[in-house]
């Protein structure tokens, strides 16, 4: 009877602390469900959280109905492909379960990842989570085993994309082989001007196509140009310049006017710093800064006056900040991110050009086979007797 209730006891305690933790836990947030047997969902449980985010992938793919699942740790989102009976309610409940139920990656280091809700924390809060000393910064120890275990401050450098892989793909449509059949054709009747005409159309079109992809490409991959040289940072409360690639988490870094930012930071002092943020925002006027600001987890960038991010430049005053996120895990290097892989899905009006070309297609095959059995029955079907 005593263990009954103990156990009892236990399993009402366990379940009161698991409606309070999961009460501050991030809840999921649906993005999109506009197609059916797919769906978008966010948590901002996952960011900054690789192996969390490929814990979640395998956990969505055991799960009955789902067909496929992909989670980024850069955006929190899960894109998830599936098929009744499973819903977009039950895929939210099972994101928010498969975050908090994962302990040995919510309770482990992982949990120290950096991640862009710093804006959201108390100066404190933030240096006891990273480990910091807000007098000293880190030791060279230190810095250097955070940099052994995320990495240098480096942006992601991808190869473009050749001119001809992109020429090719521009190739690969059905109006373009419509078209080649119809310069092939009339080509073999004697029509070469016809079939010249024909094809200096479809590479015009395929060569401006790729003209323009090509400094698509380029402007994504000049994200990670021009990076800052140096760095000011506190070191064994000593105030040295370092190569901005060896910038850890949790580093002090010292901002002066004109300087450049090298990584995204919370703002611990400052004497009326402004930063030119216009290459995240685009807003040209210096924002100004204030490190006694604690904002919502949901704050935009742009209203972020309590950070400071990378490729940005401060216009006026100075300050100190922690460094919260380095290398791909900054704004910037999300935008980079996230640009290289966007692929906008069909726009309503090129799902419908997609349908009439279709469409086009089968009437004019119809056509052309009637024209041809009606040119048998009167007997112009076949080649002439000289023939």
Known sequence: MILAETDANNASIKARRFSIEASV?????????????????????????????????????????????????????TLIEFQ????????????????????????????????????????????????????????????????EKWGRNELRRGEPRSASDIFAEQMNSLPVALLAVSAVVSLATGGVADAAMIAAVVLVNAGIATVTERRADRAILGLAVDEPSDAAVIRDGVRVKIDSRGIAPGDLLAIERGAFIAADARLIASDDLTVN??????EAQPAPKDERRVLAPETGVSDRRNMVF????????????????????????????????????PTPIQRELGEVERELVVVNGLICASVFAFGLLRGRGGCPARC
């Open 277 to 282: 943020e216009s290459p995240l925002t685009g």
């Open 84 to 147: 009744p009976p499973m819903t977009t309610a039950r895929l939210m409940r099972a994101l928010e379960a498969a975050v908090y139920e994962e302990p040995a990656l919510n309770a482990g280091e992982d949990s120290r990842l950096p991640r862009p809700a710093a804006h959201a924390e108390t100066i404190d809060a933030l240096a006891a989570r990273l480990q910091t000393n807000v007098a000293c910064g880190l030791t060279a120890a230190e810095a250097a085993a955070r940099l």
């Open 310 to 345: 990378r490729g940005t430049a401060a216009t006026g005053g100075s300050g100190m900040a922690i460094v919260t996120a380095v290398g791909a895990h900054t704004e910037i290097g999300r935008m980079q991110q996230l640009l290289g892989a966007l692929r906008p899905p």
């Open 25 to 77: 836990q991030p809840a999921a947030e649906l993005i999109h469900d506009a197609c059916a047997g797919r769906v978008r969902i966010r948590h901002l449980g996952l960011r900054g959280r690789a192996p969390l985010a490929r814990a979640v992938e395998e956990r969505f793919r055991r799960l009955p109905g789902v067909l496929s699942a992909r989670a980024s740790e850069l955006t929190g989102s």
